[in-house]
């Protein structure tokens, strides 16, 4: 539906989609059910959207594609191994798209964010609370140690995020293709 509304032509597409459970009962609890929920939704969502998309990009013969990764693709997480195992696979996926759809001018990038300031993490449900209740800690506390887990020590603004997300898809990074991009305030360490 969205590429037909789209009108026949698509310059831009931004895959932007994810849900990070956390599993705070260890690997063991997580059911076949669940992974393929998170897999379906982490993966294959911007798998569909791409595959619907990426044929009128190359009709065009230009375009870019952004993806919203997660730092979790390069730092796992056991708290949410198998968000962590589908935006692996969705970074690779993109990188492997961008050598193959490269020559015919179309660019593909992915960003990874941190912690991010949305109701994924600070909402009712979301990672702090849920966290919080399996360590006995409050969710400021859990909010606290992830922030301070950070070089900048905050999390990320999701306008921050926007912001790389609008540069990658415009002309300005005309030769940026199949890189992923950190916007994690120091959260993984360089060596």
Same mark, same amino acid.
């Given at each position: ?34 992974? @393929? ?13 791409? @595959? ?43 990188? =492997?798209?961008? +050598? ?33 209740? =399996? ?10 140690? =992830? ?9 990320? +603004? ?13 002309? @300005? ?19």
């Amino acid at each position: 539906r969205l590429v037909d509304a789209a009108g026949g032509r698509i310059d831009v597409l931004v895959n932007n989609v994810g849900s990070a459970p956390a599993r705070t009962g260890g690997f063991l609890s997580v059911t076949d059910e669940q992974w @393929r929920r998170t897999v379906d939704l982490n993966l294959l969502t911007a798998v569909r959207v791409t @595959r619907a998309a990426l044929p009128v990009m190359l009709a065009a013969g230009r375009g870019s594609i952004v993806t919203v990764g997660s730092v979790n693709a390069t730092l796992p997480d056991p708290l949410v191994i198998d968000y962590s195992a589908g935006k692996a696979a969705l970074v690779a996926f993109s990188k =492997a798209l961008s +050598k193959e759809v490269g020559p015919q001018g179309i660019r593909v990038n992915t960003v990874s964010p941190g912690p991010v300031e949305t109701e994924l993490w600070l909402g009712g449900g979301g990672v702090a609370e849920t966290v919080s209740a =399996a360590a006995g800690l409050t969710a400021e506390e859990v909010v606290a140690q =992830a922030s301070g887990a950070t070089v900048t020590g905050r999390f990320s +603004k999701p306008s921050e995020v926007a912001d790389l997300v609008l540069f990658l898809a415009g002309d @300005r990074a005309g030769n940026i293709t199949g890189s992923d991009f950190l916007i994690d305030g120091g959260f993984i360490p360089t060596w």
